[in-house]
């Protein structure tokens, strides 16, 4: 009798434990880290290809991120060459040869078609947003949570996020910014074929990132993340002052 | 006398309120036409007010069409000159934070010419000049010279211009350390900014800037975000040689409506796609239009009130002379003047007093017009940035069409009064108890 009871109790205990959904933070902090985010030390490239009215536009950059800081270094065509984005956390800086003093910049300001300047560092959400489930959903046969962010502060890329992360990798799979009234913006999907060594294990890298805006669907962005690598970045790459100098 | 009186200061008011509706229409219109540069006519593209914001590189005056539509007004005599602008919008920042702007980009020798006009220095002498620094016109001047609104360079934190920057020898190319303490101080001792925008190529762009000159755009609404900027420096930063519109400034007087009409014509017979605006088009000076509109309303208001007070004070008084009167109207129609006769002699005594108290109305009119005028008195009207000098404007059109109606109303209403009496069977008249 007292062994059927422990047996009844067990199964109740994993049961519990096999449908409880994990914390919105766990999947954001999981989500992030494959697009870049709260990594030691990571470096990529980017290229940003922008349909915008029929005007087709390609830029690259190159992108070296640590923790909440990220420099991103403009690589081509040749007229942008040399301009820098810095992301202190939420502040952000542009700089270009010639300019004698940074420029205070918004990371809520398009830098290309539907690609907002946030939108190419580090993802941050974890740090950026209060989470919370909402609901799972089937998203092409994969199980997701969809959860809804809200911004903590006015100078972070969006007001809100609907997200939608796959309830087994823990990788973001779609997203919708919306507006402060919940109006959508933009909607994102992102594709995971690339890898990095991370603490010795290979986890998946965020490959691709398309953005299309809610309203003109023929406007369009589509980020190209490639040659992710985790390296160490002194702190000193990130500091305006020295980035100016 | 009393009647005299009422008529009198009734019509120095309409006068003086005649005259300060001219004097701000004048204000308004050479702020609109100059100050915020929207010429007496402005050229563009089709469908470039609802769209060009949103699409400026499909909606801009590219460089050929620049020089056809120039060729097209240079051979009109009504023309004074002809500017061209580009209005553009991005972020200027001071080193350590950035802050809206809303740019103008005019032509250096245009800019000039419009801050020395005379109309604009005689009615609008509180805008032609700038309330610190120079134009970015003065020569020796560096080409990315700037002015900026007041306002915008107070959120900036950047009170001094180019000029005192160079009195006081500061070097104006230090990195700012925003963290450090010191950072403010910094931020105020030079004058140097940076502007930055998401150029016509769709790339992320920024110039250095010079702040040589503070201004005001006459307007509440922009003069804390306002920049006035090289046309060849905005083309810089928006990476286009094109321009927003282009604006004629037609010679004092010129019927600018029936010039509307005239280049819209040839326009069209060229099949080239452009709109031409009147400065007083609500989708191009819309303070202008609905600061007059309001003028307007509140002057048709004031004037029938007077006309009425006028034409009551008339008919009473008329009243009262009649009644007192009847016994010598009997006298006078027994004697055999015909009822006309009477009543045109009401008519007369009545125009004479009229006259006298409308050259005493005119008399008292200009005394507080100078009064005022040598007063220096100013004003804030709603939605004007600073403040605006209150002198009224006579004018000889307005005291006689004022005179004309008030002695027309003089007329009429002695007539209305006096007919009636003067009808009546003389017998009445006679034994009139009421006189």
Redesign the interface.
Known sequence: MKTRLFFSILCLVFATTSVAAPSADLLLKDSDRSRGGNLKGITWDIEIK?E??G?V?T?DFSVKAKGVDALVEATSPA??KG?I?LFNDRAMW?L?P?????????AR?????QAA?GDIASTNYVGDYDGKITKTEKIDGVDTYVLELKAKAKNVTYDQIRYWINSTSHLGVKAEFLTLQGMILKRATFEYNNHINHEGQSIPFVSKMNIIDAKFSKNKSAITYMNPKEEAHPASLFN??NV?? | MTTAFAIAVGFAGLLLLAGHILRSEKYFKMNAVYINHAGHLSIYKTDSLDNGFS?PK?YGIDKDDQGKIEKLLNGDQRIEFIGKYLKGSG?V??????IPFFAMGAEPEVESRIRNHPLVEKWASELAGFIKGRGFWTPGFLPESIAVSKGLSQLLGKPLVYDEVQTKNIDN?G????AASGAIDKIRSDS?V?L?T?NY????S???AEIVSHYSTGLALTDDNAMLVPLPLLQQLFSTDKITYMAAYLKDGVNHKAMVREIQNKFNDLNMPYVIYPFDNDQISLFYVGAMSFFKTMAVFFIFLVFGVVALTIANSVTMTIIERTREIGTLRSMGFLPSSITNLFICENLVLTSMALIAGEFLAWILSEAIGHGHFTYRPPGVAGEVILAPLLTWESCSIFAVIILCIAILATWITATGRTNQPVVDLLTSTSA
């Open positions: 922008t915008d009215d005007e536009n830029r007229r942008n301009e984005f542009f270009k010639g300019l004698r003093k940074p420029v205070s910049i918004s300001q398009k830098l290309s078609g300047n305006i002052n100016n100098r | 699409k499909s972020l920042s001071n080193g350590c934070r950035s190319n990195f700012i350390d925003c140097n940076q930055a998401r190529d769709g790339d992320f920024a110039v250095n």
